[in-house]
Each structure stands twice: as structure tokens, then as C-alpha cells.
């Protein structure tokens, strides 16, 4: 397929050089929360190589999306580019975040990262999958030490209850994103060229059992082990 038929190629490799930064950019400012709630060294060590593994990983998007004959710049949201507190108390802004942006959303990156690169055979896109699987599995690490040691930490007592309250909500903004309840994934037909998949593109729809099977398989066995019921 010529570059000139790569339009939803280039339209999702565009999507990702944002997505990528977006969480650079969400990683940084976490980081900075967990230096002022005198978080360990290994985590905030952790935190600041994801910080960055995260912006190989945009840089490794531009050149696909390059490669695929892209030319425009990424849509950067500015007001998505940082956290807002909520909280009075910093540890439970801390706690957000982990659960939400870790252990949900590096969590469920790693199938759906491992489903994209299964079919993915031109070279620049492999190589940038190859990297992103590789680092996503440490970044899902990463949100359930950061639980762990929440639990350890001064408001241990609030944590599960805090969780249990807002997992709901949650994991109904992952249903919208990858479940059936995203328009775009209840109603794709799962048509995609193979030279499409070869760039590391799958069909939409197939985004949805890979969500439930998380949940099943991966979420509720490990909120679980943490007393926290979902
Ligand atoms: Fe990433
Ligand atoms: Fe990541």
C-alpha cells in the first residue's frame, strides 16, 4: 500500500505522539507531587525513567507517523498536560492519579499494546512497539507499587475506602475509551487492511474483550490482594 492509502495510519500514530507526551507531561508533574510527600528514592527514580521512557516513546511515534508520510504537528491539549489537586490532602491526589493513570490505565496498555504489536511488521513501527511493550509492563508495575505503598503510608486507613469509591467512575471512563460503551468501538465493523495492521493498527472493536478480560483477569485479582473489592 503506497503511503498515500496510510490515512488511518497516520491519523492514529498522530493520535499517539500526543497521548505519549500527554503522559510524559502527567508522569512529571506526579513525580513532583510524590518528591514533596517525601515519597522513596526507588519511586521517585522509577517515576523520572518512565518520564522519559514516555517521551522515547513520542519520539518513536513522530517517526512512524513520519514514515508513514505524516507532516503535520500532534494536537497537543495544554489543559491535559499536568494534574490539578482536588484534595486537601496531597497523598490522596497521589492516590488518584496511581490508580487511575497506573494501575488502570498501564495496566490495560499492556494487552492492548501486546494485540497492536501481535500483527505489526514494518520495521519503524515494530521497533516503536517493541519499546513501548517492553517499558508499559514496569509502567503498570509501577502504579501498584505506588499503591503499596499508599497503604503504607499515613492515610493508609483512607485508601481502600477512597478506591472503592471511585473505582466506578473509573473504570466507567475505560469503558468509554475501550469498552462498548465508545461509540466508536460498539459500532466498528473490524474491517482494517492487512498492510494497516502491519503498522501496528488493530480494529477498534477488538479493544473491548481485551478491556474485560483485564478486569477479570487483572484488576480484580489485584485490588483484591490489596482488600480492596471492585
Ligand atoms: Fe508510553
Ligand atoms: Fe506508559
Not at 138 to 149: A, E, K, N, Q, V
Not at 158 to 165: G, H, Q, R, S
Amino acid at each position: 500500500m503506497p503511503v498515500a492509502g496510510l490515512h488511518r495510519v497516520r491519523e492514529e500514530w498522530r493520535a499517539r505522539i500526543a497521548a505519549e507526551y500527554t503522559s510524559a507531561a502527567i508522569t512529571q508533574h506526579l513525580v513532583l507531587w510524590l518528591i514533596q510527600a517525601g515519597a522513596p528514592p526507588d519511586l521517585l527514580d522509577a517515576g523520572l525513567v518512565i518520564v522519559n521512557d514516555e517521551l522515547a516513546h513520542s519520539r518513536l511515534s513522530h517517526e512512524v507517523y513520519v514514515a508513514a508520510g505524516g507532516d503535520t504537528p500532534p494536537a497537543l491539549q495544554r489543559d491535559g498536560l499536568g494534574l490539578q489537586r482536588h484534595d486537601a490532602r496531597l497523598e490522596i491526589d497521589i492516590l488518584r492519579i496511581a490508580v487511575r493513570v497506573f494501575c488502570l490505565g498501564e495496566t490495560v496498555a499492556v494487552p492492548l499494546f501486546r494485540h497492536l504489536r501481535a500483527a505489526c511488521t514494518q520495521p519503524i513501527a515494530r521497533a516503536a512497539l517493541d519499546r513501548i511493550l517492553r517499558d508499559e509492563v514496569r509502567h503498570r508495575d509501577f502504579g501498584w507499587d505506588l499503591l503499596d505503598w499508599l497503604l503504607a503510608s499515613p492515610i493508609a486507613d483512607a485508601v481502600p475506602a477512597f478506591v472503592t469509591a471511585h473505582l466506578p467512575a473509573m473504570l466507567d471512563e475505560l469503558e468509554r475509551t475501550y469498552g462498548t460503551a465508545n461509540e466508536v468501538v460498539a459500532t466498528d465493523d473490524g474491517v482494517m487492511a492487512d498492510e494497516e495492521r502491519a503498522w501496528g493498527l488493530a480494529p477498534a472493536r477488538d479493544y473491548a474483550p481485551i478491556l474485560a478480560k483485564t478486569i477479570a483477569k487483572e484488576y480484580r485479582p489485584r485490588f483484591a490482594a490489596r482488600a480492596i473489592t471492585l
